[in-house]
């Protein structure tokens, strides 16, 4: 809020085996889930080693908006969120990213065994990739992996399941992961 650093994340990265549009995971009995909508949209970049983008998170009808930007410096990921109105967040509109469409996706956040998971599908993406992502503050944390959800590989880092790829028009699934 006040510009002041916090301490690094790290997050890996799962993508899941699920059929189209059959997304909704079920939580064991006792496990409480919360469901978002969110839209994001990649904006006009300043140059090569940073991101921006506008993201509306969501449900019922109730909306917060974000800016972030993201700097790459020294193989470290700088971000810098604010909270914005929802009229800054029209004016961002006119500096989307040519190349770029509006990313749709349905976030699902749980807890299980003290652990924070969210699951993310992007709805307007080639066959709606979804992947599950989980947030820590330590490099080396144990995870453990719900065993509600089926998991069929690690991409923490392929470039392929970064939003910014999937946001990119005419982004298509790799055929292998098409199951």
């Not at 904006?43 to 998170?57: D, V």
């Not at 590989?153 to 098409?178: N, Q």
């Given at each position: 809020?006040?510009?002041?650093?916090?301490?690094?994340?790290?997050?890996?990265?799962?993508?899941?085996?699920?059929?189209?549009?059959?997304?909704?995971?079920?939580?064991?009995?006792?496990?409480?889930?919360?469901?978002?909508?969110?839209?994001?949209?990649?904006?006009?970049?300043?140059?090569?080693?940073?991101?921006?983008?506008?993201?509306?998170?969501?449900?019922?009808?109730?909306?917060?908006?974000?800016?972030?930007?993201?700097?790459?410096?020294?193989?470290?990921?700088?971000?810098?969120?604010?909270?914005?109105?929802?009229?800054?967040?029209?004016?961002?509109?006119?500096?989307?990213?040519?190349?770029?469409k509006e990313l749709k996706k349905f976030r699902q956040c749980f807890i299980y065994h003290n652990q924070h998971f969210m699951?993310?599908?992007?709805?307007?993406?080639?066959?709606?990739?979804?992947l599950l992502r989980f947030e820590t503050s330590k490099e080396s944390t144990k995870i453990e992996i719900p065993d509600f959800?089926?998991?069929?590989?690690?991409?923490?880092?392929?470039?392929?399941?970064?939003?910014?790829?999937?946001?990119?028009?005419?982004?298509?699934?790799?055929?292998?992961?098409?199951?």
């Open positions: 809020m006040i510009g002041l650093p916090t301490a690094q994340s790290y997050y890996k990265k799962f993508l899941l085996i699920t059929g189209v549009g059959g997304f909704d995971i079920h939580l064991p009995k006792g496990y409480k889930k919360e469901v978002f909508q969110i839209e994001e949209h990649f904006l006009m970049q300043t140059n090569q080693s940073t991101e921006a983008f506008i993201r509306k998170t969501g449900k019922n009808d109730s909306y917060v908006y974000n800016h972030e930007v993201r700097t790459f410096k020294d193989g470290q990921r700088i971000t810098k969120k604010r909270q914005i109105s929802g009229r800054e967040y029209i004016e961002l509109m006119d500096q989307k990213a040519p190349g770029y699951v993310e599908t992007m709805i307007n993406a080639d066959f709606q990739p979804t959800v089926s998991v069929l590989r690690e991409v923490t880092t392929e470039e392929v399941y970064f939003t910014s790829s999937i946001a990119k028009l005419g982004w298509k699934m790799p055929d292998d992961d098409k199951k």
